[in-house]
């Protein structure tokens, strides 16, 4: 079968270690490449292996999951202990735009649709157990949760369930964390800016739904306000506080809530 991309380039087995793989593939949605840090757990994978893609902060890029919460560490505990099933777990950047990109499409790129749509299909064409019939999910943490709620709701026909942790919920809210000006996010219909618009007009169709936020976190209004929103709209979904702020230890530990959701949804 012909590869969606024009170039795409694996790590070799023989470099790799604690069993993180690096894809990088060539995509016109980004006019460019883009990277894919990839975690293949060690325990026995069977055909249609579920696929998480979780996505990272402003400042960040694929490989900050793994290397400032050790993502990949906790996952494969928690398989080998059979806590959770098993998953692959796709990182991949944001495109790298500014401070963020904030996964939309703006300045003539797509990131949008490199995750929804691309990320989805280097993870199938480069690891075979993962196909046509595995489960897909996505998470993020901060502007990576605004990612994940954003496009949980909005391709809700690609994804299985939906996790976000300290997240973003609305454009505006970037201005906390980036120097670019907010005008280079504006989309067309500014309903498909607003994770609330999106599960409203989605209501219907949403995978399961979980997020999580900090007590001490600056952005704990938003998430609290986000949840009252998708209560009055009677849209079900689990919302968790915490003690903590925004920041790696945070999320190193609440990482575990996602896995645990995504894993009773296989």
Same mark, same amino acid.
């Given at each position: 079968m012909a590869s969606k991309f024009r170039?795409?380039?694996?790590?070799?087995?023989k470099f790799e270690s604690d069993h993180l793989r690096f894809i990088t593939v060539k995509t016109p949605n980004l006019k460019g490449r883009g990277d894919i840090c990839l975690f293949v757990?060690?325990?026995?994978?069977?055909?249609?292996?579920?696929?998480?893609?979780?996505?990272?902060?402003?400042?960040g890029s694929a490989w900050i999951w793994s290397q400032k919460a050790g993502v990949h560490r906790t996952a494969q505990k928690m398989m080998q202990a059979?806590?959770?099933?098993?998953?692959?777990?796709?990182?991949?950047?944001?495109?790298?735009?500014?401070?963020?990109?904030?996964? %939309?499409?703006? +300045?003539? @790129?797509?990131?949008?649709?490199?995750?929804?749509?691309?990320?989805? &299909?280097?993870?199938?064409? $480069?690891?075979?157990?993962?196909?046509n019939a595995s489960k897909i999910f996505?998470?993020?943490?901060?502007?990576?949760?605004?990612?994940?709620?954003?496009?949980?709701?909005?391709?809700?026909?690609?994804?299985?369930?939906?996790?976000g942790h300290s997240s973003i919920t609305d454009v505006p809210q970037m201005a906390l964390f980036v120097e670019e000006n907010l005008n280079?996010?504006?989309?067309?219909?500014t309903a498909d800016e607003s994770v609330f618009?999106?599960?409203? %007009?989605?209501? +219907?169709? @949403?995978?399961?739904?979980?997020?999580?936020?900090?007590?001490?976190? &600056?952005?704990?209004?938003? $998430?609290?306000?986000?949840?009252?929103?998708?209560?009055?709209?009677?849209i079900p979904h689990s919302y968790e506080e915490f003690s903590g702020k925004h920041?790696?230890?945070?999320?190193?530990?609440?990482v575990k809530d996602s896995l645990v959701f995504f894993s009773d949804l296989v």
């Open positions: 170039t795409t380039e694996i790590s070799d087995p757990p060690d325990v026995e994978l069977t055909a249609n292996t579920p696929l998480l893609i979780l996505l990272h902060g402003v400042y059979k806590t959770i099933k098993p998953m692959i777990i796709a990182m991949p950047s944001d495109g790298l735009w500014g401070d963020g990109s904030a996964y %939309l499409p703006h +300045n003539s @790129l797509d990131f949008e649709k490199w995750i929804a749509e691309d990320v989805i &299909e280097a993870v199938k064409e $480069n690891i075979d157990v993962v196909t996505i998470a993020g943490l901060s502007m990576g949760g605004y990612g994940a709620l954003r496009l949980g709701a909005k391709y809700h026909q690609t994804f299985d369930g939906i996790s280079h996010y504006k989309q067309e219909n618009e999106l599960m409203k %007009l989605n209501k +219907n169709q @949403l995978p399961p739904l979980r997020f999580d936020c900090g007590k001490d976190d &600056e952005l704990i209004e938003h $998430n609290r306000k986000l949840h009252k929103q998708l209560e009055t709209e009677n920041e790696w230890v945070y999320w190193e530990e609440h």
